[in-house]
Nanobody, 112 residues
Framework: QVQLVESGGGLVQARGSLRLSCVVSGSDFAYYDMGWYRQAPGKERELVAAITQAGNTKYADSLKGRFTISRDNAKKSVYLQMNSLKSEDTGVYFC??????WGTGTLVTVSS
């Protein structure tokens, strides 16, 4: 059974940085397309960034330049580097694999 476990969330001041990590169990990580989603209070879950098995990336238009997604296949991990954080970045961040496998999320709170 594939499991996704996020870490790295927490409380940070505006303009600060955080790095989220997601470790994926199982042996097929290198073949997975991965993504980070977030859900702000009272809002729907939205795509933040995605990275294909080949390393191609895409980002939500509003986040380009501040967030960077990366992966390390040897560590079966995907990362989200978040810089210049804003209060509107507050939410639960979820790791996703192949569009249908989800972690339980990690909370990011940005104080203004």
């Amino acid at each position: 059974q594939v499991q996704l476990v996020e870490s790295g969330g927490g409380l940070v001041q505006a303009r600060g940085s955080l790095r989220l990590s997601c470790v994926v169990s199982g042996s097929d990580f290198a073949y997975y397309d991965m993504g980070w989603y977030r859900q702000a209070p009272g809002k729907e879950r939205e795509l933040v960034a995605a990275i294909t098995q080949a390393g191609n990336t895409k980002y939500a238009d509003s986040l380009k330049g501040r967030f960077t997604i990366s992966r390390d296949n040897a560590k079966k991990s995907v990362y989200l580097q978040m810089n210049s954080l804003k209060s509107e970045d507050t939410g639960v961040y979820f790791c996703n694999a192949e569009g249908f496998l989800w972690g339980t999320g990690t909370l990011v709170t940005v104080s203004s």
